[in-house]
């Protein structure tokens, strides 16, 4: 599977993860993107029967696309090619009785209507920014974002959980780091992390209440995008950096995080990339909502 797949397959499953409210711009970059860089779709050559179901009586059908073998394997076996999405996209005009698109039918599908698939050829694809309730181990990304201590060689909360998750070999990576300061931000493989390729691990402020505090927790952000830009991570998905046990206020800590991410995105305009804020709490999920409709 392609890099440009892989991202697609990630956005349509953050798209799920994030439910009702969940926005379309993250999927639109991606297929906006494929459309010009030439992201390859897998085609079925032979119409099977459960394709065949899809269709209605009165002969108006969609088109199945798959990103990988393994959306394939999830319907009956059947013979496949390799298509540029632009090329599927300029050609559907043509095709009278098409309806449009449907990706990865037999999982987590997503359905581009004609209308749709015309829009998306001339989209202006921009970063986007979503809050996500929940863990920084859901999301499928390119990178995850640590919240570590400044050892770098595990501790509790969500530091705990992706060591646990990452298996042994990462703790042996992390120790050739020498650590990591306040504030700046180091990358290590995700090892058994199956849904992310990278880990940026970051280190967080202990609240004081002091100017610093901010300057801290802001550079967090920044450094971690920093190594997303340099690892060529297209998506990252962070945690609520210091709001646990090192007592930054919820509020003031959303406002931070989503000007700082903001402002690295405006400094870095044309970019292209998806960046997730997860909250593991309500009341961290609650403050960014605080912060938006405020």
Same mark, same amino acid.
């Given at each position: 599977?392609?890099?440009?797949?892989?991202?697609?397959?990630?956005?349509?499953?953050?798209?799920?993860?994030?439910?009702?409210?969940?926005?379309?711009?993250?999927?639109?970059?991606?297929?906006?993107?494929?459309?010009?860089?030439?992201?390859?779709?897998?085609?079925?050559?032979?119409?099977?029967?459960?394709?065949?179901?899809?269709?209605?009586?009165?002969?108006?059908?969609?088109?199945?696309?798959?990103?990988?073998?393994?959306?394939?394997?999830?319907?009956?076996?059947?013979?496949?090619?390799?298509?540029?999405?632009?090329? =599927?996209?300029?050609?559907? /005009? !043509?095709?009278? %009785?098409?309806?449009? *698109?449907?990706?990865?039918?037999? @999982?987590?599908?997503?359905?581009?209507?004609?209308?749709?698939?015309?829009?998306?050829?001339?989209?202006?694809?921009?970063?986007?920014?979503?809050?996500?309730?929940?863990?920084?181990?859901?999301?499928?990304?390119?990178?995850?974002?640590?919240?570590?201590?400044?050892?770098?060689?595990?501790?509790?909360?969500?530091?705990?959980?992706?060591?646990?998750?990452?298996?042994?070999?990462?703790?042996?990576?992390?120790?050739?780091?020498?650590?990591?300061?306040?504030?700046?931000?180091?990358?290590?493989?995700?090892?058994?992390?199956?849904?992310?390729?990278?880990?940026?691990?970051?280190?967080?402020?202990?609240?004081?209440?002091?100017?610093?505090?901010?300057?801290?927790?802001?550079?967090?952000?920044?450094?971690? =995008?920093?190594?997303?830009? /340099? !690892?060529?991570? %297209?998506?990252?998905? *962070?945690?609520?950096?210091?709001? @646990?046990?090192?007592?930054?206020?919820?509020?003031?800590?959303?406002?931070?995080?989503?000007?700082?991410?903001?402002?690295?995105?405006?400094?870095?305009?044309?970019?292209?990339?998806?960046?997730?804020?997860?909250?593991?709490?309500?009341?961290?999920?609650?403050?960014?909502?605080?912060?938006?409709?405020?």
């Amino acid at each position: 599977m392609s890099d440009r797949a892989k991202e697609l397959e990630r956005a349509i499953f953050n798209w799920y993860l994030e439910g009702d409210n969940a926005a379309p711009e993250p999927i639109f970059n991606v297929i906006a993107d494929g459309y010009e860089y030439d992201l390859q779709m897998i085609v079925p050559i032979e119409t099977s029967d459960e394709m065949i179901k899809m269709m209605g009586d009165d002969g108006k059908y969609f088109i199945p696309l798959f990103t990988s073998k393994d959306e394939v394997d999830k319907g009956e076996p059947t013979s496949t090619i390799n298509q540029p999405i632009k090329v =599927l996209f300029d050609a559907l /005009e !043509n095709w009278i %009785d098409c309806l449009g *698109f449907m990706i990865n039918p037999w @999982g987590q599908k997503l359905v581009l209507e004609k209308s749709t698939v015309q829009m998306l050829k001339s989209y202006e694809r921009r970063a986007h920014i979503s809050i996500i309730r929940g863990s920084v181990l859901e999301p499928h990304v390119s990178a995850i974002v640590n919240a570590a201590n400044n050892s770098l060689l595990g501790g509790g909360g969500v530091d705990g959980a992706i060591h646990r998750a990452a298996g042994p070999e990462l703790l042996a990576e992390c120790r050739t780091l020498n650590g990591c300061e306040t504030g700046a931000a180091k990358s290590t493989k995700a090892y058994n992390i199956t849904t992310a390729d990278d880990i940026i691990h970051t280190v967080g402020p202990v609240y004081s209440g002091k100017p610093t505090d901010r300057v801290q927790l802001s550079s967090c952000y920044t450094s971690s =995008l920093d190594e997303s830009f /340099e !690892n060529g991570n %297209d998506s990252v998905a *962070f945690p609520c950096i210091s709001t @646990g046990v090192y007592g930054y206020p919820l509020d003031e800590a959303a406002h931070v995080a989503l000007t700082s991410i903001a402002n690295w995105l405006d400094d870095h305009y044309g970019i292209l990339k998806n960046v997730y804020i997860c909250c593991f709490r309500d009341e961290e999920y609650e403050a960014y909502m605080r912060l938006i409709k405020g």
